[in-house]
């Protein structure tokens, strides 16, 4: 059984985690590494054409910098 980031156990056989990990590492044993070379330049060309090289300046000047999350609560 797997648990949950609280360390609750739930009904199923793995957690999303472990299903996220096996679905990435299968598709990485069926199309190669190449793949998502392959798929992440597309995305960078999509976004650039999208948002312009001055977005990548914009997102690069904010790397590293820590940033404040909110949370909702239920209720």
Same mark, same amino acid.
């Given at each position: ?21 096996? $679905? &990435?590492?299968?598709? =990485?044993?069926? +199309? %190669?590494?190449?793949? /998502? !070379?392959? #798929? @992440?330049? *597309? $995305? &960078?060309?999509?976004? =650039?054409?999208? +948002? %312009?090289?001055?977005? /990548? !300046?914009? #997102? @690069?000047? *904010? $790397? &590293?910098?820590?940033? =404040? ?7």
């Amino acid at each position: 059984m797997a648990t949950n980031d609280n360390g609750i156990t739930n009904g199923g056989g793995m957690s999303v985690r472990e299903a996220g990990k096996r $679905g &990435g590492d299968r598709v =990485k044993a069926k +199309y %190669g590494s190449e793949f /998502y !070379e392959a #798929i @992440g330049r *597309k $995305g &960078g060309e999509a976004t =650039k054409s999208k +948002y %312009g090289p001055s977005f /990548y !300046e914009e #997102i @690069g000047a *904010k $790397g &590293g910098q820590k940033l =404040k999350r909110t949370t909702k609560t239920a209720g």
